[in-house]
């Protein structure tokens, strides 16, 4: 749980919130505390507040702690993914990190003088997928992408797909997790309940995580979040190449926009995703804004 990280008198001020409505707690050097709890509040001794005086200012102090005790004690031991931006602790829970970058060349080295954290708490939202399933899997699983705005959700989409996928289909599906946040693995084991013919591997690119992956583990469906540029297009060129279905996701937040993203063009030209599912944060995180086919005709709203 995330209070055994936390110095006593912030621990004991988030041990009164109802976790299951905690989503982020971000601490920023000489600021005030602020929460994510199905709206943005200062975080008080007393819980929440939207009265910035009463709220908890934090300092360098507390970052330290946090970021130590997440590490074991061991900042060297977790390097490879503080120079990622992140900390990954057991329960699934993600401490992004911001601070000064130690390069070497073009290499970064390492994250020092950490005077940002945001704490991320994932939520496993079990049959969130259910009203999208028919689109992804009938008459046969589609190549899919999701496509949303950080924050709206596609992530937890794509993990309970996942599970169904694996679970009622019988399918082998592979998560290739290079930020390790579908899986949020500790120690190699997935933190959420993503199907018994489920395979996860973590912290490496995409390219290494579907060729390797492909023919070591043999899926039926591939699965990776946040396609961003050429590398992980020709990734996904791969996977197809070789039979296998693939469900991913990318940030956009707009159908139209996609068109125009930078790699995508022989993503899209070629129609190479079956489907498109636009979520934003209309009604909060998950709406589900529209469906597509690959010739983006609407298929529900």
Do not use: W
Not at 187 to 215: A, M, S, Y
Request: net charge neutral; with cysteine.
């Amino acid at each position: 749980m995330i209070c055994d990280y936390l110095p006593f008198d912030i621990s004991n001020a988030i041990s009164k919130l109802n976790m299951t409505k905690l989503i982020e707690i971000r601490m920023r050097v000489n600021c005030p505390i602020i929460v994510d709890y199905g709206g943005l509040y200062y975080l008080s001794k007393d819980g929440v507040t939207d009265v910035i005086s009463k709220a908890i200012i934090c300092k360098k102090d507390v970052i330290d702690h946090i970021i130590t005790k997440s590490c074991e004690n061991s900042i060297y031991a977790y390097n490879d993914e503080i120079k990622q931006g992140f900390i990954t602790i057991i329960g699934g829970i993600r401490i992004g990190i911001a601070g000064t970058c130690v390069r070497e060349g073009e290499t970064i080295k390492t994250i020092k003088n950490i005077s940002s954290i945001n704490i991320r708490i994932p939520h496993e939202v079990r049959n969130c997928s259910l009203k999208l399933l028919e689109f992804i899997t009938e008459p046969h699983i589609h190549n899919t992408l999701l496509i949303s705005p950080p924050g709206a959700g596609k992530t937890t989409l794509l993990r309970d797909i996942a599970f169904q996928i694996s679970q009622r289909y019988l399918q082998n599906v592979l998560i290739v997790d290079e930020r390790n946040e579908i899986a949020n693995a500790v120690n190699g084991i997935p933190q959420f309940n993503l199907g018994v013919f489920c395979d996860v591997i973590t912290n490496c690119t995409k390219q290494f995580g579907l060729e390797n992956g492909i023919r070591s583990m043999k899926p039926n469906v591939v699965m990776t979040d946040e396609i961003a540029n050429k590398n992980d297009v020709n990734a996904i060129q791969y996977a197809l190449g070789c039979g296998v279905k693939v469900i991913a996701t990318t940030h956009c937040d707009d159908i139209n926009l996609l068109r125009n993203k930078k790699d995508f063009e022989e993503l899209i030209d070629k129609k190479i995703f079956e489907r498109f599912i636009l979520l934003s944060t209309r009604n909060g995180a998950g709406t589900i804004e529209g469906v597509y086919d690959k010739n983006f005709k609407c298929l529900c709203m």
